[in-house]
């Protein structure tokens, strides 16, 4: 079966890879030159820029879940002043995005959401059971699931990573393709969070297809990857009125559903108000069929386009990649 496009104009990026970065040795610090300074970057330099973030993780956790919350919010609320281009870059996007909303509540809010995210890394696995999640639409992915495998399609809207733990709530196990942060501590947390509740990581890039295929020829196999994308500081999904390319995850989701015969359910969290949240769970959608899926991938990747880019333009406030180029 074909599935990539003859379509020259719908260009592919180069299948990332990520490998994660081997710890310099001591021989390193005494061999000098370029091996000592990887040595110091990542043993001191690293290491003392990452000590605020674990202390704050774990201090954190010690608060209740909203005060956590909100103490996030306030302390992005008052570095965001330190970051001119971040914000104006923020409020370019959301006046092309949102035209009809004033760019500088937008930028406030998206700084409010990010410290608010943060922050409830450390109490992640509270918050469902406290009764903070509203879910809708559990039915549909209730359905999907009767049917044979599943691809989730997730959106990095409000806090995503509540995703998992609805997942977990709800007795699926799943696998999730993720992006690693660049700073180890943040990777840290973010594994043993996702760990925590039950997602079973995927290697980062092109090393997790296969893995991910083996788990999709299962009936009841699950797996995760986000449709929306920021890629090297650019925008890569949704395409708010850009050309349609076939670079980003609405293609890899296209590809596996086609390869496996798994159903693509859209799903995501909105915050409704400081640490409460609703889940939404949308209906399957099934690839076009066709005899030539090479020539209706772009058009499947439309589809996919279509439905996720006004939930994003509805929540922009709350969308994580809105800091990126568009």
């Known amino acids: 079966m074909r599935t990539k496009t003859s379509d020259p104009k719908l260009v592919t990026r180069k299948a990332f890879v990520w490998q994660e970065e081997a710890p310099p040795r001591l021989a390193d610090l005494v061999a000098g030159g370029e091996a000592r300074r990887r040595f110091l970057r990542y043993w001191v330099r690293d290491l003392l820029r990452d000590l605020p973030k674990m202390l704050s993780y774990h201090m954190l956790k010690l608060l209740p879940t909203g ?13 965001r002043r330190f970051y001119p281009a971040h914000n104006a870059r923020i409020d370019a996007n959301a006046a092309r995005i949102r035209p009809d909303l004033d760019p500088a509540a937008v930028t406030r809010l998206n700084w409010r959401n990010k410290g608010r995210l943060m922050a409830e890394f450390s109490v992640l696995p509270r918050v469902g059971p406290a009764g903070r999640i509203r879910i809708e639409g559990a039915e549909n992915i209730a359905r999907a699931r009767a049917e044979g495998p599943v691809i989730i399609l997730g959106l990095h809207l409000s806090n995503w990573e509540l995703l998992f733990s609805v997942l977990q709530r709800m ?21 043993k969070v996702r ?18 295929m083996r788990l999709l020829g299962n009936h009841d196999g699950v797996v995760m990857l986000f449709g929306d994308e920021g890629f090297d500081g650019r925008i890569m999904a949704p395409f708010f009125g850009r050309p349609t390319h076939l670079s980003g995850n609405l293609a890899v989701a296209v590809r596996l559903a086609r390869h496996s015969g798994a159903l693509i359910v859209p799903a995501y969290v909105t915050r409704r108000r400081g640490a409460h949240f609703t889940c939404r769970w949308l209906a399957p959608i099934r690839p076009a069929e ?9 058009g499947d990747v439309e589809r996919l386009n279509a439905v996720i880019e006004p939930i994003i333009r509805r929540h922009v406030g709350q969308w994580h990649f809105l800091d990126h180029q568009l």
């Open 67 to 79: 005060i956590a919350s909100e103490l996030g919010a306030l302390h992005y609320q008052a570095i």
């Open 171 to 191: 007795s699926v196990p799943f696998a999730l393709f993720y992006m690693p942060p660049e700073s180890r501590a943040e990777h840290h947390i973010a594994r």
């Open 290 to 298: 066709t005899d030539d899926p090479g020539t209706a991938l772009a």
């Open 195 to 212: 760990q925590s509740i039950g997602a079973t990581l995927l290697p980062p890039g092109v090393a997790g297809v296969r893995p991910a």
